[in-house]
C-alpha cells in the first residue's frame, strides 16, 4: 500500500505511542473499533484518513489516545484554529 502525504503525523504518532504504552497491539486496537486489521494499519501508515472512520470510531479513538473530540478534529484536519475564531479575526 503506497504511504500518502500525511497531515495527520500528530495523530498518527499519538496512537503509535498509546498503543506501545498500553502494551496492545494494532490488532487490538481495530478489534476494539471493530475494524479490520488492515483498515487500521492503512490509517496508522498514512494511506486512509482517520476521518475515513465512523464517527463513533473517531470518538473511540479520541478515547484511547487521550485527547477531546475538538483535539481529535483539530488533528486530523476536519478543524483548523480559525474555525474558533470569531468572524474569522485572529
Do not use: P, W
Amino acid at each position: 500500500m503506497k504511504k500518502q502525504n500525511n497531515e495527520n503525523q500528530q495523530l498518527i504518532n499519538l496512537i503509535h505511542n498509546e498503543v506501545r504504552n498500553r502494551g496492545v497491539t494494532l490488532r487490538d486496537l481495530a478489534e476494539h473499533l471493530k475494524i479490520s486489521y488492515i483498515y487500521m494499519t492503512s490509517i496508522t501508515c498514512g494511506a486512509r484518513k482517520v476521518t475515513g472512520l465512523s464517527l463513533e470510531n473517531q470518538r473511540k479513538l479520541a478515547d484511547f489516545v487521550g485527547i477531546s473530540m475538538v483535539e481529535f478534529l483539530l488533528l486530523s484536519g476536519v478543524l483548523c484554529e480559525e474555525d474558533f475564531n470569531s468572524a474569522g479575526v485572529a
